[in-house]
């Protein structure tokens, strides 16, 4: 069972500049504690939640749920103690949500669902296609599907959402007899023409390769970033950077690069990292923002940096992006 199968798929999302006013107005008619921040294309750059919204513990959120969602998406008149507590109703999404997301594809199995949220402390996961939400995966979510769920009858899935394979060329029928090699023509059956023809086809033959060249190239890009988006990662990996880590660190290295993936995984193109600004993290996406938030919770409290770098520029375009881990007594 995967995401597709269990995931909530009337999803209320928000655009970043919207207020908070509308976004508590929103949780309450839709009896929902959070929601995604998009981008004009769609694409999941956020997480707006109760607890963004207010300063509350998580005790007081629960108790007082419907009252201070109902003031706030009203614009009542506040007391000057709750608007201590109270982030202003009049700031905007973008100025309050959580970034970087963690998203998970389609085709995520349920139980590395789990594993994220988990891993991530988070409630919720968006559910996203070709960089468009499509759905959202909660807590309540999953417990719905284990409830449900009867042993497997089938044999167990193997292998991920991609299955590669090189086809060779079929081999020539047994009886299939080759075809007699064709005789060359007399040089007065041709002429200039036949020569211009034979050109023109040659052209047109070049024209055809060069573009399914770059279709192929294209679709290699997007199969990329739909790979970063669907991979996660795993202890067993972040162990076995940490494990590298040390490794380069005894070699004397001051960094490593933890993560290379395309500049499209990162909401702007990569643009924030490339200029560098201070909030390059919450454009990323898929394995980066992973990346991020496990080094931000585990590494960073311990004196770690980590860095976005561009590491190329294909046609004077943003190209590859690189993690690095870094060490040093500068970052």
Known sequence: MDAFDVMT???????????LRKIARLLLEKNISAVPVVDEAGAVIGMVS??????????DRSERRDWWLAL??????????FLATLRSPTSTAREIMSAPVVTVGEHTDISEIGKLLETYRIKRVPVVRDGRVIGIVSRADLVRALAMQEPASGPARTGGLFHWSNPSKAPTDAGEKPSAPRQPASAATFSASDFRSLVEVAQSKKI????????ASAGHHELEIKEAIDHHVTDEHWRALLHEARHAAQRGDTELLVLRFPAALCSDGGRAINVPEHDWPSTLRGEAAETYLRFERELKPLGFHLLARV????GGFIGDIGLFLHWGGTA
């Open 50 to 59: 109760e607890g963004d919204l207010l300063r509350f513990s998580a005790k």
């Open 311 to 314: 590491l190329e520029f294909p």
């Open 208 to 215: 055809a390769e060069q573009e399914a060249a770059r279709k």
């Open 72 to 81: 706030l998406a009203q614009g009542e008149s506040l007391s000057p103690q």
């Open 9 to 19: 798929t009337s999803v209320v999302t928000v655009g970043p500049d919207t207020q």
